[in-house]
């Protein structure tokens, strides 16, 4: 049990954390059942845009600002993945394994010592080419 009002106030503050913790991940979890709602909401309502906004003689024009904007919440609300991302990660990885490697390699000795130290300069290498290569992939993709 605390004894003064500073370890109280640690309790306290504590239990809010934990529930401020699970109200966010409730906030989280109900906006992503709203997101997907909602795609599929517009992924129903394109078809029925798309065949009104093909009818030129009749409303075709008046249909197709909304066939655009559709579009365009589709394009926002789903974006292509990142390439860039995910070769920022791996090139992540790598460099932590590449250290793990050097600090076992210190730690050993003999042929164990000799073995991290072989792949500590392999995953050195390999990370040294990633980086370059995920740095002009963003440099081309970015100009």
Known sequence: MPENWLEWLGVVGSILTIISF???LFELFKRKK???LMLGFI???KPLVEVMAARPATTGADWQPLLQQINNMLARLQPPPSKVRV???LVCILWIVTAAFYFVGRETSGDEMIFFRLLMAFFFIVALVSSLGTFIFWTDHHN
């Open 43 to 45: 992924h129903g309502v």
């Open 22 to 24: 699970g109200l966010y």
């Open 34 to 36: 709203h997101d997907t």
């Open 87 to 89: 070769m920022v990660i």
